[in-house]
Nanobody, 116 residues
């Protein structure tokens, strides 16, 4: 059983920064697609950012220029650096992976609150 464990969430003021981490229980492979999703109160889960099989990245329009997705293969960890945070970024954030030769895996979710 492959697991994804998120960390780094919490409460931050508007304009502040957080870095989310997602550690996998197996080594990342070139064929792994990785991404971050979020679900705000009263809203559907939405895609935030992806790190594709070919190593490219893309972002939701709402976070472009503020969020950066990256991964460290030596640590089996996916990151989401979030800068210039806004109250509308408040949500539960989920790490997701389509792992080569395994399948789809979700993290348990981690709360990010942007307030005061």
């Amino acid at each position: 059983q492959v697991q994804l464990v998120e960390s780094g969430g919490g409460l931050v003021q508007p304009g502040g920064s957080l870095r989310l981490s997602c550690e996998a229980s197996r080594s990342f492979l070139r064929g792994d697609d990785m991404g971050w999703y979020r679900q705000a109160p009263g809203r559907e889960r939405e895609l935030v950012a992806t790190f594709t099989v070919l190593g490219s990245t893309n972002y939701a329009d709402s976070v472009k220029g503020r969020f950066t997705i990256s991964r460290d293969n030596s640590k089996n960890t996916l990151y989401l650096q979030m800068n210039s945070l806004k109250p509308e970024d408040t949500a539960v954030y989920y790490c997701n992976a389509a792992l080569f030769a395994y399948g789809r895996v979700w993290g348990q979710g981690i709360q990010v609150t942007v307030s005061s």
